[in-house]
């Protein structure tokens, strides 16, 4: 299957310094794929490039089958900035209906756009007295007209409460589902963690990193935590069995390398008659992401 979104080798330059560096990726019909990169990492250079606002210097780059910036792949690309501005005063549903005139469909579907990120409550109301969270669900109501084929957002939960995170995620399987590719920039890394089908790290213009939670957890090779909850009075044998653990009120928390964690796992079930409880925690996407990011030397 040809991917939505593929480039290769791509590289842009900005007086003499390179803000990408043969950077490659793709991103498949119904796949969510998240970009993590620090500030000034080439994140913002690549959407620019997707979106056709500016030429890559070298490379290959194809947009829905299409050159980008180019009327094909405009028509089947949507974009969500991370800081969305509106005409303060237009309601919510004049200022969907304009857009959607725009793009050539019928205004007459902007009250169902709006009902499906959450806003019908407010659709008569003057943007400007939304809050940002709000004007942030007008974007992604602007962004979903037309059904596109692909979506590139850019921090696109910035100024969302904890559950419209959730049900903007909720949004976004849906549309995944239905086939969309999804690229989303976020800093939110806790959010991607588990809503995301593969992750890209992008560190000094170069793509360091990329692949699922899994395999970057293999890759990276950092070490397992396993934390342990002593049955009264047992954590001293806990500590014995494994001198190398630290003792955290009645839990004994050790680590080990991944090639090791079922040998541990097993010499822990050994003191089953000792042991109420057993976590295993593996390196979040916050370490990993730091483990690549230092790597690179940033």
Do not use: W
């Amino acid at each position: 299957m040809t991917p939505t979104l593929d480039i290769a080798n791509l590289t842009k330059t900005f007086d003499g310094v390179k803000a990408l560096s043969d950077v490659s990726l793709s991103v498949s019909r119904g796949e969510r794929v998240a970009l993590l990169g620090h500030n000034g990492a080439g994140k913002s250079t690549l959407m620019k490039i997707i979106l056709g606002l500016i030429p890559a210097d070298a490379g290959r780059i194809d947009v829905c089958g299409s050159a980008p910036g180019g009327p094909a792949a405009r028509a089947k690309v949507a974009y969500l900035p991370e800081n969305a501005t509106f005409h303060s005063a237009l309601t919510g549903l004049e200022q969907i209906a304009f857009y959607m005139r725009l793009r050539g469909e019928s205004p007459k579907g902007a009250m169902a756009l709006l009902e499906r990120v959450g806003l019908a409550h407010a659709a008569r109301r003057r943007i400007g007295t939304y809050s940002k969270g709000m004007r942030q669900r007008v974007g992604l109501a602007q962004a979903l007209i037309g059904h596109p084929s692909l979506l590139v957002l850019d921090e696109p939960t910035s100024g969302l409460d904890p559950v419209s995170r959730r049900d903007f995620y909720e949004l976004l399987d849906g549309l995944a589902a239905e086939g969309a590719a999804i690229l989303l920039s976020s800093h939110a890394l806790t959010e991607v963690e588990a809503r995301t089908d593969r992750l890209l790290i992008l560190s000094g213009g170069q793509m360091v990193a990329e692949g699922t939670l899994n395999a970057l957890r293999r890759k990276a090779a950092l070490p397992v935590a396993i934390q342990v909850s002593a049955i009264n009075g047992y954590d001293v044998d806990l500590l014995r069995a494994f001198p190398d653990a630290i003792k955290l009120g009645n839990t004994v928390r050790l680590t080990c390398t991944q090639d090791d964690k079922l040998d541990t796992l097993a010499q822990v079930a050994a003191l089953r008659d000792k042991v109420a409880d057993i976590d295993v925690i593996p390196p979040s996407l916050e370490e990993i992401y730091a483990h690549f990011s230092r790597r690179s030397g940033q």
